[in-house]
């Protein structure tokens, strides 16, 4: 499986207004660069914020956007 990039043309611009990039390509690699910058990542639904640090640097960008809600148990009131 070889990594998949995607250039994005704001991001120069995202890095010193502080603005996030929006993006849908969940499969997207991050890279060095990519370090200080937010971004909106799709997740099926909605757009979640993910801002990168230094450790998320090789993984995917949609590592970091949850597609499922969490579940819980049901607390049983007492009767």
Do not use: W
């Amino acid at each position: 499986m070889c990594p998949y990039f995607v250039a994005f043309s704001n991001l120069s611009r995202a890095r010193t207004d502080n603005i996030p990039v929006k993006t849908m390509s969940r499969s997207c690699t991050i890279l060095p660069n990519f370090v200080g910058v937010k971004f909106l990542v799709h997740n099926g639904k909605q757009f979640l914020p993910v801002s990168v640090t230094q450790d998320m640097v090789g993984h995917k960008l949609g590592e970091f956007a949850p597609t499922r809600k969490r579940f819980t148990f049901r607390q049983t009131r007492n009767k």
